[in-house]
C-alpha cells in the first residue's frame, strides 16, 4: 500500500510537533524517519496510525482518505518501543489477538494455524505458551511484531523498535528485520534516532528536525550529499572548516591556502564539512590542507588525530584505519598535510548547500596550487 | 572426612545475599505474636471452657446464626457494590480530568477518617423515613433504615476508599500503549477493556474487595445506627457479642467470635488464592 501525508500540521499547545509536512512512500518500502528527539518523527509515525489526529492536512492509503478512518479501521500494524505485549495472555494469544477481536473472526483452528505461522516466522516455535514475561526483550519485540502481522497490515508502523534492546541484539534483529521485511513486502515505516540503524535498514531515510522534513532521499544519496548542514552533522561526526569560495576553488579562511576544488560556484566565505572517516593524510610532497598534530589516539582498529588548522580556531579530527598507519610517526606538534576524500560546502549564515568534493577531489587536493604561507 | 571438607559441607547451607533475615524474621514473628496471634488465640482458649459441644450449641442458636448470616452477607454484598462502582471511580479519577478533581479524591477518604458512629448517624438521618433521602424511598416501598438494606448501605460507606485506593494505582501505572496496540489490532472499546485492562486490573480489585470485606464483616459504628437492631432481622454478629459481654457470658460472646474468625479467615484464604491465581496468569515467571 502507498502512503502519502499531505501538509500535515499538530501542535502541542505552543510545541509545534510537525509543521507542513509532505511525504510520498511507495507500496512495499522499507523507510526510517530519524532524526533528534523532540523532531516530530514519532508524532508523524502516529498521525499515520491514526493513534493522534492532525490538525491540518491529510493521509492516504493508497487514494483513501484516512481522516475519519480511526486507528482500529486502518489496518496498520504498530510495534510499541516497550513491546506493549499483553501480559496475561501467552505468545500464541498475543498474537491471535487482532483476529480474535474482528468483525468476521476466523474459525477457532484458522486463527490458531495463522498465529502459529506467524510464531515460525519470526523464529520463536515452541514458545506459544510463554507469556511475555518469560522472554527476553529481543523475543518480545519479535512477539510483538507478529502480533501486527496477524491482521495483515496495509502498513506496519515501528516506534523505536530496538531502542530498548542491548547493542549486540539490537544488530541481529536489524538484520533479522531487513530480511523480514523482504520476505513479506509490507510497507513499512519505522522510527529511529540511531542514523546507522536508518542507514543500515532503510530504502530510504526521512531526517527530521523540528517538526520539518530536512531531507528524504535514498540511503547513500543523503549519506553522501547532505541537503544542509543539520543533516550532514546528524548523520555522523563532523568536522566543520571556516573557509572561502573563489572561482569553485576552495581556500583557507585568510585565503592563503587552496585546499580542493568544488562543484560549488557561489564566491565568498563558507563552512566546510567533513567527516574524520573522510580524510587522509597527504601524499609525501603531495599539497593539502595544512595542519599540526595536537593530540593521537588509537582505539581498536582505528587511529584518531586531533590536528590544529592553520588559519583556523577550529580542530579537525581525523580517522585512519590502524593497519595502514605506524601511529608512532604522528607526534603532537609534527607537520601533517591532509587530503579531504568527500566534503560538503554550505553557506555560513543559510545553511544552503554551495557546493560538494568534485570526484577529482577523491584523487587530493587542487596540484596546481601550492602552499604558499 | 578432613576438617575442610567437613567446613564445605556446612557452607552448603544455603544462605541470601540480603543480611538481617534473622534479625527482621525475629521482630515480625514477635510483632505479629503480640498484635494478633496472643490477643486472637486468647480467642480460641477463652471458647475452648465451653468444649465442642458448648460451642457448637452456642453458635447454632437461631438468633446467632441469624446474626452471623446477616453480618457476612451484607459485608459480601456491600464488598460486592464497592468492588463494581470502587473500579469505576477510581476509572474517572485515572482516566478524565475534571474541576474540582482533587478535592473529590481527597473526599474517597473521609470515611477512613470519620468516626464510624458520626457516619451511622449521619446515614440514618438521611435514610430514615422522614429523611432527606429516605422521605422519597419510603413511599416507594423501599425501607432503608432500620433494615438490613440499611446496614447494606453503611458497609459501602465504610468499604469504599478500599476499593479505590488499591484499583488507583493499577490503573495510573496501566501502559496507554496497551490500549494503542489493542486498538491498533482491531480491537473496540469495549473488548480493550474486557480483554486488555480488566485482566490487569483484577487482582487490586480482588485485593479490595477484600479488604472490604473484611471491614465490613467487623464494622460495628456505623451499622448499629442504622441497624434498627432487631434480633434475628437486623442485628449483626459484633453486636450480640457485646450483648453477650454486657450479659457477662464470655464464653458465649468469644464463641460467637470465634465462629466469625473463623469464617473470615477461610473466606480471605480463598479471595488470597484467588489473587495469587490471577495475578500468577498475568506475571507468570
Known amino acids: ?373 | 572426612m578432613t576438617p575442610l571438607l567437613a567446613t564445605g559441607t556446612r557452607r552448603r547451607i544455603r544462605k541470601s545475599a540480603i543480611p538481617g533475615f534473622g534479625l527482621t524474621m525475629g521482630f515480625t514473628l514477635v510483632y505479629l505474636s503480640l498484635i494478633v496471634l496472643i490477643p486472637l488465640s486468647a480467642v480460641f482458649f477463652k471458647t475452648a471452657d465451653l468444649g465442642l459441644d458448648g460451642f457448637w450449641e452456642i453458635i447454632t442458636r437461631t438468633r446467632v446464626l441469624n446474626a452471623l448470616k446477616l453480618s457476612f452477607g451484607t459485608a459480601l454484598i456491600a464488598a460486592s457494590i464497592n468492588a463494581i462502582f470502587g473500579v469505576l471511580v477510581a476509572w474517572v479519577f485515572v482516566r478524565y480530568t475534571f474541576p474540582g478533581k482533587r478535592l473529590l479524591d481527597a473526599f474517597i477518604d473521609l470515611p477512613f477518617a470519620l468516626p464510624t458512629a458520626v457516619a451511622g448517624i449521619a446515614l440514618t438521618a438521611l435514610y430514615a423515613g422522614n429523611g432527606w433521602v429516605g422521605q422519597y424511598l419510603e413511599p416507594l416501598g423501599l425501607k432503608v433504615a432500620f433494615t438490613p438494606v440499611g446496614i447494606v448501605v453503611a458497609l459501602t460507606f465504610v468499604g469504599l476508599p478500599f476499593v479505590v485506593r488499591t484499583v488507583q494505582p493499577v490503573l495510573e501505572d496501566a501502559e496507554a500503549a496497551l490500549e494503542e496496540a489493542a486498538a491498533s489490532l482491531g480491537a473496540n472499546r469495549w473488548q480493550t477493556i474486557a480483554r486488555v485492562i480488566f485482566p490487569a486490573v483484577v487482582p487490586s480489585i480482588l485485593t479490595g474487595f477484600a479488604l472490604a470485606f473484611a471491614r465490613g464483616v467487623g464494622e460495628y459504628g456505623s451499622v448499629i445506627f442504622i441497624a434498627g437492631n432487631l434480633p434475628n432481622v437486623s442485628e449483626i454478629a459484633p453486636l450480640l457479642i457485646v450483648i453477650r459481654l454486657e450479659e457477662f457470658d464470655y464464653a458465649g460472646a468469644t464463641a460467637i467470635a470465634a465462629a466469625m474468625l473463623i469464617v473470615s479467615f477461610t473466606m480471605l484464604l480463598v479471595i488470597n488464592g484467588l489473587q495469587v491465581w490471577s495475578r500468577k496468569r498475568s506475571e507468570k515467571l
Request: aromatic share 6%; glycine share 8%.
Open chain 1, 1 to 373: 500500500m502507498d502512503i502519502h501525508v499531505r501538509n500535515i500540521e499538530k501542535d502541542f499547545g505552543t510545541f509545534k510537533a510537525l509543521d507542513r509536512v509532505d511525504l510520498d512512500i511507495e507500496s512495499g518500502e522499507l523507510i526510517a524517519l530519524l532524526g533528534p528527539s523532540g523532531s516530530g518523527k514519532t508524532t508523524l509515525l502516529r498521525v499515520i496510525a491514526g493513534l493522534e489526529f492532525a490538525d491540518q492536512g491529510e493521509i492516504l492509503f493508497g487514494n483513501q482518505d484516512m481522516a475519519r478512518v480511526p486507528v482500529r479501521d486502518r489496518q496498520v500494524g504498530f510495534v510499541f518501543q516497550h513491546y506493549a505485549l499483553f501480559k496475561h495472555m501467552t505468545v500464541l494469544d498475543n498474537v491471535s489477538f487482532g483476529l480474535k477481536v474482528r468483525k468476521d473472526k476466523p474459525s477457532a483452528e484458522a486463527i490458531r494455524q495463522r498465529a502459529t505461522e506467524l510464531i515460525e516466522l519470526v523464529q520463536l516455535g515452541g514458545l506459544e505458551k510463554r507469556y511475555p514475561s518469560q522472554l527476553s526483550g529481543g523475543q518480545r519485540q519479535r512477539v510483538a511484531l507478529a502480533r501486527a502481522l496477524a491482521i495483515d497490515p496495509k502498513v506496519l508502523l515501528l516506534d523505536e523498535p530496538f531502542g530498548a534492546l542491548d547493542a549486540k541484539v539490537r544488530k541481529d534483529l536489524r538484520r533479522w528485520l531487513r530480511d523480514l521485511h523482504d520476505q513479506t513486502g509490507v510497507t513499512t515505516i519505522f522510527v529511529t534516532h540511531d542514523q546507522e540503524e536508518a542507514l543500515e535498514l532503510a530504502d530510504r531515510v526521512v531526517i527530521m528536525n523540528k517538526g520539518r522534513i530536512e531531507q528524504l532521499g535514498h540511503v547513500d544519496a543523503v549519506y553522501e550529499k547532505p541537503a544542509n548542514p543539520f543533516v550532514f552533522d546528524f548523520l555522523g561526526n563532523t568536522n566543520i572548516v571556516p573557509v572561502t569560495l573563489r572561482n569553485g576553488v576552495v581556500n583557507l579562511g585568510q585565503g592563503d591556502a587552496a585546499i580542493a576544488e568544488s562543484s560549488g560556484s557561489k564566491d565568498g566565505p563558507a563552512l566546510l564539512y567533513v567527516r574524520p572517516g573522510d580524510v587522509r593524510i597527504a601524499a609525501d610532497g603531495a599539497a593539502g590542507l595544512p595542519t599540526t598534530v595536537q593530540r593521537v589516539q588509537r582505539t581498536g582498529p582505528i587511529v584518531r588525530i586531533d590536528a590544529e588548522v592553520f588559519g583556523s580556531t577550529a580542530p579537525i579530527t581525523v580517522e585512519l584505519p590502524h593497519l595502514h598507519h605506524d601511529t608512532s610517526a604522528f607526534q603532537p606538534g609534527a607537520e601533517l598535510r591532509l587530503r579531504l576524500l568527500q566534503f560538503s560546502l554550505y553557506a555560513e549564515d543559510s545553511g544552503a548547500l554551495l557546493g560538494a568534493s568534485t570526484p577529482a577531489d577523491a584523487i587530493g587536493v587542487a596540484a596546481s596550487r601550492q602552499r604558499s604561507r
